[in-house]
Every structure is written in C-alpha cells, then in structure tokens.
C-alpha cells in the first residue's frame, strides 16, 4: 500500500506520514516499487529495522466535520406531495384543523397583550416560538402549521423545550422560530427640563420599532459552529418572493442543520496505527 493512501485512511498527509517512518528509522520502497509489484515484477524489499514489541508509534488523523455535509448537500429532497402538503397549507385564507401546538400557541398569544414593539412573545413553554405582531399571527400560524406536518410526514416530530421549539428529524433537533422584522419609525424629540438634570443624547430624534409585516424563519441554533457548516439561518419575506414560497427551502436547510448536528455530535473517530516497524512490508 503506498504512503498517499495509507495516509488518506490515517487522516495526515503523505509528507507527514513519510516525516514519522524518517524520524522513526522506517525504510520506504524507492520511486516504482508498487507499480513495479503490481505489474508482476520482482522487485527488492529493504529490510525492516528490529521492530519492539512495547514501542507503539501512535497517528491521530484530522477528520473534516463538514465535508459530509457538503458532500451530501444535493441529496437534500422533498418529494411533490409534500410540496402540495405545504403549498396547500400556506395559500389557505386562514388557519383549518390545526395541529395541537399550533391550536395551543394561538390560544395563548391571541390572549396576551403585545410588547413595546407591537409583537406577540412566546409565553414560556407553552407555546411555539413565534413572535409576531396580532396582523401577522395568522399567517405565521399557518406556516409553522405547515411546517409542523410536513416533518411528521416525514417521521420526524417538533417539540417544546423552555422557550424554544425543536425539531427532531434524523436523529437531531433543531432550534427553530418565524419572527416579523422590525421597521424604524422616527419620534419627534422630547422636550427637556432645563431647570433639573439634563439627559444628553446623539440625536434630538430617538427612533423606535414598529412591526413591517414582513417575516422570517429561523434556525436559532447558532451555538454549535454553524457557521462553519455551510448553513443558512435566516429565509425572509423580500419583493420577489413571499415567505410562503420559501417554507419547502427552509426545510431542506433544517435538514442540513440536522446533518451537521449529527456530524459534530458524532465526529469520524482517529485513526490509531501500530509501528510499520513490525509489519511484514514496509507502507510506502
């Protein structure tokens, strides 16, 4: 076996491989020695130094925990009737025979007050994580409805854990929410009481936030290396392209978030090797 894919299964470079037989006194076969043998010809064997029995030379390889993911980055599907399923959840005028959570989380949020900003809170753990003005309740409610059945379609299942909701597909669960953005408004300058104590500020003009109406989905698990994974977080609302055009996109990417959970949570072990000392045939 040559030293290039011996060290492609030991997980270092042929150079690093070739460095430890140098620094160990392990004898390499010259330039043709393998094509030589493979052709049929004899071919000189160099002896192997006295090998010990108590001496191991031990390699640890580095496994790239993304290169599965991105590997398997087209193999990421959703069939045509789920996409129907999905299609026909979202374009509905309002929300029909929801699913528990959904009914549950509209219960709550349609019975609570909005916040500072005009948006809606999940209410601890009983609801799903959607924060959304009352305007756009409906509506994100039929998407994480959609969204909901379709993953138990495809055997997988959401639940509620604190104030966040999972999804649990293939093995992992992904943190996951829809939100509304929020739009700047300016608002006209305070008057100040000059005769007590004075409040600088940088701008005459403070600025609040008022619901946009336009919403997204999210992928909350941002501290596991998502980064380094190749996956998007965020699907918005833009002038192209509704949300509700982009739920069957967002699931795929929850898909890959699952893929690349699993690969972090279960990395490609290290590849330990005894000395080629005591081999029979020297690794080139």
Known sequence: QSVSSLAKEMGIS???LAKICKRHNIPRPGLGYWAKKQAGIKVQQKPLPKGNDERF?????????????????TSFRISKSLKRQLRSIVDAATLTDPHPLVKQTA????????NKNGLLEPYRRHSLNIEVSPKSLDRALRIMDALIKTFETMGGSVFLKGNSTFVSINGAN?????????????????????DGYYEFEFSRYAERG????RLYLTIEDAGFGYSN???????RDSESKHLEERVGNFIIGILKAAAHKRTQSH??????????????ESKD
Do not use: F, M, Y
Request: include cysteine.
């Open 14 to 16: 042929d150079v690093g």
């Open 57 to 73: 030379i031990e390699i640890i390889g580095h496994s790239s925990d993304n290169e599965d993911v991105n590997k398997k980055k």
């Open 107 to 114: 219960e709550i949020l349609q019975s609570h007050q909005p």
């Open 174 to 194: 992904v943190d996951i929410g829809i939100k509304e953005e929020l739009a700047r408004k300016r608002r006209d300058p305070k008057d100040h009481n000059l």
């Open 210 to 213: 008022i619901p946009s109406g």
């Open 229 to 235: 994974g190749n996956c998007r977080q965020h699907w």
């Open 267 to 280: 990395p490609a072990p290290s590849t330990a090797a005894s000395s080629p000392a005591n081999s029979q």
